[in-house]
T-cell receptor, first 112, second 114 residues
């Protein structure tokens, strides 16, 4: 079947580069955000989350930045590796909502 | 360490046929979800169950029904499959519904309706 990665914005980087994946979220009231990684043929996997009382949160090789003023979220991946090649989704959760709303995703391609 | 298990992994249906997609989680999560994923459309919520005994419609519920069989299991049924339901279906679960709870996803069911 057709790959979920078709029709998505694509970021191509060289191995070892730092990658920045951006996401514009839709609801100004959202105050919890998550980044997911989806490898080909697999389900999305949790990477990192952030609450709106923070501007930045760091994990292992990943950093999420939140700019509430412009409703923008970014995921920075340090020293990108071929295994980081995947589709990356942001998700938001407005207060009072029971579910997450997912963005359409960005494909990251890492060349050796 | 199974997490969320979906069956089957692949299915081909003829238009008009019915089938049930199964989902089970072993993390004692209260909330479960069904999403479909189409190229360029991202993940769209079909139905969810915030807790055992409750189900609610999501963004794209038409043509589907769900059953929260018990705390572990949440099934999705297509009563009369249509080509527009060709998609990849993901089940997910979370500790609770609402803020602060990330989802754990299954590996998906790839459904083709011909």
């Amino acid at each position: 079947g057709e790959s979920v990665g078709l029709h998505l914005p694509t970021l191509s980087v060289q191995e070892g580069d730092n990658s920045i994946i951006n996401c514009a979220y839709s609801n100004s009231a959202s105050d919890y955000f998550i980044w997911y990684k989806q490898e080909s043929g697999k389900g999305p996997q949790f990477i990192i989350d952030i609450r709106s009382n923070m501007d930045k949160r760091q994990g292992q090789r990943v950093t999420v930045l939140l700019n509430k003023t412009v409703k923008h979220l970014s995921l920075q991946i340090a020293a990108t590796q071929p295994g980081d090649s995947a589709v990356y989704f942001c998700a938001e959760s407005p207060p009072g909502y029971s579910t997450l709303t997912f963005g359409k995703g960005t494909m990251l391609l890492v060349s050796p | 360490n199974a997490g969320v298990t979906q069956t089957p992994k692949f299915q081909v249906l003829k238009t008009g046929q019915s089938m049930t997609l199964q989902c089970a989680q072993d993390m004692n999560h209260n909330s479960m979800y069904w999403y479909r994923q189409d190229p360029g459309m991202g993940l769209r919520l079909i139905y969810y169950s915030a807790s055992e005994g409750t189900t609610d419609k999501g963004e794209v519920p038409n043509g589907y029904n769900v059953s929260r069989l018990n705390k572990r299991e949440f099934s999705l049924r297509l009563e009369s499959a249509a080509p527009s339901q060709t998609s990849v279906y993901f089940c997910a679960s979370s500790e609770a519904a609402g803020q602060g709870y990330g989802y754990t996803f299954g590996s998906g069911t790839r459904l083709t309706v011909v």
